[in-house]
């Protein structure tokens, strides 16, 4: 079946402006997560759904990542006035249950010029 | 706080030879430990899941064991192939709290023909 999807592969954006991530966990896949792969921090967890309970935001570095979760399904990853430390790939998972193993995306690739 | 760590971060093996790849972790109440593979530019795929109570998994040429009290998990790649060249990364979740993966800095593999 389709896997975990990511759209944009690659993004360039200027600094200060907004970015918008997309991803399309498996179906029926109930929780799904955010995850950044940089350089300097390695792979590091950002937010977390599971269902419809409240998502986990501890790991967003700052106020301006917010996600959304619509429907269940889909999810976006919204970074507000970007700056160049927040170039990275940033991967989304999702997976049958919290308790279950996660299935990755091929992530989107930011650089922020 | 858990802190994951893969030592060595590269190693280099003629083909044929058998990897073995290390994976510490600080905190030993995790509630599983999942192995990953990652190409260069591609997202992550799933290799192995262990759950907390279990002491090994195999698939194929792969094996992972656990051991949760000593904080380690090894990954045996049987009768390598320059096809297994790649980075090779291991999680832990905590399980109470979402699932959410800590990950270790990976360790890249060459496997030369």
């Known amino acids: 079946g389709a896997g975990v999807s990511q759209s944009p592969s690659n993004k360039v954006t200027e600094k200060g402006k907004d970015v918008e991530l997309r991803c399309d966990p498996i179906?029926?896949?109930?929780?799904l997560y955010w995850y950044r792969q940089s350089l300097g921090q390695g792979l590091e967890f950002l937010i977390y759904f599971q269902g419809n309970s409240a998502p986990d935001k501890s790991g967003l570095p700052s106020d301006r990542f917010s996600a959304e979760r619509t429907g269940g399904s889909v999810s976006t990853l919204t970074i507000q006035r970007t700056q160049q430390e927040d170039s990275a790939v940033y991967l989304c998972?999702?997976?049958?249950?919290?308790?279950?193993?996660?299935?990755f995306g091929p992530g989107t690739r930011l650089t922020v010029t | 706080k858990q802190e994951v760590t893969q030592i060595p971060a590269a190693l280099s093996v003629p083909e044929g030879e058998n990897l073995v790849l290390n994976c510490s972790f600080t905190?030993?109440?995790?509630?599983?430990l999942q192995w990953f593979r990652q190409d260069p530019g591609k997202g992550l795929t799933s290799l192995l899941l262990?759950?907390?109570?279990?002491r090994e998994q195999t698939s194929g040429r792969l094996n992972a064991s656990l051991d949760k009290s000593s904080g380690r998990s090894t990954l045996y790649i049987a009768a390598s192939q320059p096809g297994d060249s790649a980075t090779y990364l291991c999680a832990v979740s905590r399980g109470a709290a979402g699932n959410k993966l800590t990950f270790g800095g990976g360790t890249r593999v060459l496997v030369k023909p």
């Open positions: 179906s029926g896949h109930t929780a």
């Open positions: 998972a999702s997976s049958w249950t919290s308790r279950y193993e996660q299935y």
């Open positions: 905190d030993s109440a995790i509630y599983n």
């Open positions: 262990i759950q907390s109570s279990q």
